[in-house]
């Protein structure tokens, strides 16, 4: 029981959310917006020094019929550069269609696409980790690391 941090891996943002799970709860936290793999991950260490993590889930895309494609193996290596870092285990949930969710459920507050933009990868990292509190399962995304 205990903190986790969940991902939107993107090239240019990275979204962010934070849940307990004891609660069950995931709520959008930030987006990381970095030039390079070192700025991200320096922003992550930040939140996992402030927010105490007990693993880390990543949203795994996929195309629609979960067949792979090349963001996919851009989040695996990502997962893995976290589990290097932090030394705590990783996850993966499924964020097919999270994106679009996220922006469909900020439309209905009313916000134009203006203000939407910069919410959007959090909000869609929140999906990511309710689907992942919603539907737990074990498989390690990547080898659970000597720490977990």
Same mark, same amino acid.
């Given at each position: 029981?205990?903190?986790?941090? $969940?991902?939107?891996?993107?090239?240019?943002?990275?979204?962010?959310?934070?849940? %307990?799970?004891?609660?069950?709860?995931?709520?959008?936290? =930030?987006?990381?917006?970095?030039?390079? *793999?070192? %700025?991200? !991950?320096?922003?992550?260490?930040?939140?996992?020094? %402030?927010?105490? &993590? +007990? !693993?880390?889930?990543?949203?795994? #895309?996929?195309?629609? *019929?979960?067949? #792979?494609?090349?963001?996919?193996?851009?989040?695996?290596?990502?997962?893995?550069?976290?589990? +290097?870092?932090?030394?705590? #285990?990783?996850?993966?949930?499924? %964020?097919? !269609?999270?994106?679009?969710?996220? +922006?469909?459920?900020?439309? +209905?507050?009313?916000?134009?696409?203006?203000?939407?933009? &910069?919410? !959007?990868?959090?909000?869609? $990292?929140?999906?990511?980790?309710?689907?992942?509190f919603d539907f &737990?399962? *074990?498989?390690?995304?990547?080898? &659970? =690391? =000597?720490?977990?």
């Amino acid at each position: 029981m205990g903190t986790v941090l $969940a991902f939107d891996f993107g090239l240019k943002r990275t979204g962010v959310a934070v849940g %307990e799970t004891a609660l069950g709860q995931a709520h959008p936290l =930030s987006v990381i917006t970095a030039g390079n *793999d070192a %700025e991200r !991950l320096a922003a992550i260490a930040r939140l996992v020094a %402030e927010w105490q &993590p +007990e !693993l880390l889930v990543v949203g795994c #895309p996929t195309h629609v *019929d979960g067949t #792979p494609h090349d963001m996919t193996a851009r989040a695996h290596d990502f997962a893995r550069a976290l589990q +290097e870092r932090f030394h705590l #285990p990783v996850r993966k949930a499924d %964020e097919r !269609l999270t994106s679009r969710e996220a +922006e469909t459920r900020l439309k +209905e507050t009313g916000k134009t696409a203006r203000a939407i933009k &910069p919410l !959007l990868d959090a909000v869609a $990292a929140q999906l990511i980790l309710q689907t992942w509190f919603d539907f &737990p399962h *074990d498989d390690i995304f990547l080898f &659970p =690391s =000597s720490a977990a």
